[in-house]
Nanobody
Framework: QVQLVESGGGSVQAGGSLRLSCAASGRTFSSYTIAWFRQAPGKEREFVAVISRSGEYTYYADSVKGRFTISRDNAKNTVYLQMNSLKPEDTAVYYC???????????????????WGQGTQVTVSS
């Protein structure tokens, strides 16, 4: 099993940047696909980005493509989400999630992920 803890959230003006971190416990972190999701008030949780076990493969939601970058450092048991050119519509609680199952694809649905962090708030003001 793995435990995930997010950090790095905060308040920023539109156009600014933040870097979120997802730190994991456990020796099997490198065997987990990791994704970021977000949930705004009154809205469903939505996919943001996913990264493969090795870090070679990444995929982004259209709404963040070109602005956000997901990366991982398996030696540090950490996944990052670099967020640039932030917009007010990026305001949400951001969660990282882990999937230990080796699949033929990288899930974009929250239901596929068994392990979740507690979330970190990102607020972007106009």
């Amino acid at each position: 099993q793995v435990q995930l803890v997010e950090s790095g959230g905060g308040s920023v003006q539109a156009g600014g940047s933040l870097r979120l971190s997802c730190a994991a416990s456990g020796r099997t972190f490198s065997s987990y696909t990791i994704a970021w999701f977000r949930q705004a008030p009154g809205k469903e949780r939505e996919f943001v980005a996913v990264i493969s076990r090795s870090g070679e493969y990444t995929y982004y939601a259209d709404s963040v493509k070109g602005r956000f970058t997901i990366s991982r450092d398996n030696a540090k048991n950490t996944v990052y989400l670099q967020m640039n050119s932030l917009k007010p519509e990026d305001t949400a609680v951001y969660y990282c999630a882990g999937d230990p199952i080796f699949r033929g694809h990288y899930p974009l649905n929250a239901m596929a992920y068994d392990y979740w962090g507690q979330g970190t708030q990102v607020t972007v003001s106009s």
